[in-house]
């Protein structure tokens, strides 16, 4: 594999183990939320508005453990984990511009939420950025 395919691959790594992660602390954390959803039913078990002065402190935690779980970005980064990991093994370039937008919006939550591993993303978004400047070595496909 190319070095530009390598970074890919630690990008796409890095993604899908920042968004298990989330999940999986999630779950370690607020079983007993998640868990309510499934014995309540799914439909509807979590509330649209967040309103702290009229509901009960069970929906505003289901609320809270929604938007921190399945609501978070943690799925999507997951699955662009796994694309950027996919297109890296097929010698597919991924444009600079994705890494510098994940780079971005990893450093500005990062600055926002400190600690967090939000700077790892931005560290991924910049080896796209680098994969995308050896692009002509990920481009030799016969």
Not at 42 to 65: C, E, H, M, N, Y
Request: glycine content about 14%; aromatic content about 10%.
């Amino acid at each position: 594999m190319k070095a530009g395919g390598r970074l890919l691959r630690w990008a796409g790594a890095v993604l899908i183990a920042l968004g298990a992660g989330h999940l999986s602390l999630l779950l370690l954390m607020s079983w007993d939320g998640v868990a309510g959803w499934a014995r309540r039913g799914l439909w509807a078990a979590v509330p649209l508005t967040f309103d702290t002065g009229g509901q009960p402190a069970s929906a505003i935690r289901d609320t809270l453990v929604f938007w921190a779980g399945p609501g978070s970005f943690a799925v999507p980064l997951i699955l662009l984990g796994a694309l950027i990991w996919r297109l890296a093994g097929r010698g597919t370039p991924v444009p600079a511009w994705l890494g510098w937008a994940l780079a971005a919006w990893c450093a500005l939550g990062g600055v926002l939420l400190v600690p967090s591993p939000y700077f790892a993303g931005s560290a991924a978004g910049l080896l796209v950025v680098l994969a995308a400047r050896r692009r002509p070595d990920m481009s030799d496909r016969s």
